[in-house]
């Protein structure tokens, strides 16, 4: 069974930072892009930061300059470094990976993990 599995949400201060982790298991035999989504209550889900498997990144506007994605393919891992944090980062962000698994490449998404960030 193919999982995405995040860690690293949590309550923090205005200004604090934070660094989520999102890890790919299961029977996988390609990663190619990975994100961060993230959705705020009553909201769609928005983009945050994309990385291609070429390690090519964008972000949204409201992150740029404070929040950084990378990706350890050994480890099949996607990361979010978030410094600067702002309380309308609040929301629960979610990761994202095209992966090529035994069912074909497809969309594959995280449980979703609480960021709170008190004023």
């Known amino acids: 069974q193919v999982q995405l599995v995040e860690s690293g949400g949590g309550l923090v201060q205005a200004g604090g930072s934070l660094r989520l982790s999102c890890a790919a298991s299961?029977?996988?035999?390609?990663?190619?892009?990975m994100g961060w989504y993230r959705q705020y209550p009553g909201k769609q889900r928005e983009l945050v930061a994309h990385?291609?498997?070429?390690?090519?990144?964008n972000y949204a506007d409201s992150v740029k300059g404070r929040f950084t994605i990378s990706r350890d393919n050994a480890k099949r891992t996607v990361y979010l470094q978030m410094n600067s944090l702002k309380p309308e980062d609040t929301a629960v962000y979610y990761c994202?990976?095209?992966?090529?698994?035994?069912?074909?490449?497809?969309?594959?998404w995280g449980q979703g993990t609480q960021v709170t960030v008190s004023s």
């Open positions: 994202a990976a095209n992966l090529g698994t035994l069912s074909g490449t497809g969309d594959y």
């Open positions: 299961g029977i996988i035999f390609s990663i190619n892009s």
């Open positions: 990385i291609t498997s070429g390690g090519s990144t």
